[in-house]
């Protein structure tokens, strides 16, 4: 079993829709999740972090974790056409002191004008 | 953001010889640094833990006499792909831990390398 895991998709959705992006992990004491967008040929840049269970929310975006399902999900809002890119799932495993983040193979959204 | 920089952008080099990326962070020290590697349509692979002052941690699988990682400093780490053949071609990502940001973890710009 992978360590993270996302669908790879594509995930199609017209602009406007919410866009939902799962994310499951396998190390059950991880403790930071992290989301990530990259776009074609670029390095990623963070769009979201959580460490507590629930919502939290910055503008368009909200992540949502349950540890207890060991599922971290990204709801994007509003979807635009520049939301398209390939939506990265990051976990920092077990208590690393490094914090080193292991990625999942991340989930392509294309967001249809 | 933090900013963290990486340098050559893109790099085209021969095979059997070396190539230095530097990543440096510009507004921060940075004791932590990781290494990535990205192939095409690949999900993004740790290559290795860098630790400002002391040897790198090395990911299972990944060659440490291949890739030297170089943390003399609080503001840069270097990889240099040694002896690069075309399979190392390539994107490499450096990426550095900011701790007054609660630890959040910042993407230098990548680098293209491609071994002819």
Same mark, same amino acid.
């Given at each position: 079993q992978k360590e993270v895991e996302q669908n790879s998709g594509p995930l199609s959705v017209p602009e406007g829709a919410i866009a939902s992006l799962n994310c499951t992990y396998s190390d059950r004491v991880s403790q930071s999740f992290f989301w990530y967008r990259q776009y074609s040929g670029k390095s990623p840049e963070l769009i979201m972090s959580i460490y507590s269970n629930g919502d939290k929310e910055d503008g368009r975006f909200t992540a949502q974790l349950n540890k207890a399902s060991q599922y971290v999900s990204l709801l994007i809002r509003d979807s635009q056409p520049s939301d398209s890119a390939t939506y990265l799932c990051a976990v920092n495993p077990q208590m690393d002191s490094s914090y080193k983040l292991i990625f999942g193979s991340g989930t392509r959204l294309l967001v249809r004008p | 953001g933090a900013v963290v920089s990486q340098h050559p952008s893109r790099v085209i080099c021969k095979s059997g010889t070396s190539v230095k990326i530097e990543c440096r962070s510009l507004d921060f020290q940075a004791t932590t640094m990781f290494w990535y590697r990205q192939f095409p349509k690949q999900s993004l692979m740790l290559m290795a833990t860098s630790n400002e002052g002391s040897k790198a941690t090395y990911e299972q699988g990944v060659e440490k006499d291949k890739f030297l990682i170089n943390? &003399?400093?609080? @503001?840069l780490s270097t990889l240099t792909v040694t002896s690069a053949h075309p399979e190392d071609s390539s994107f490499y990502i450096c990426s550095a831990r900011v701790? &007054? @940001?609660?630890?959040t973890i910042y993407f230098g710009e990548g680098s293209w390398l491609t071994v002819v």
């Open positions: - | 943390h &003399a400093s609080l @503001t701790m &007054a @940001t609660g630890n």
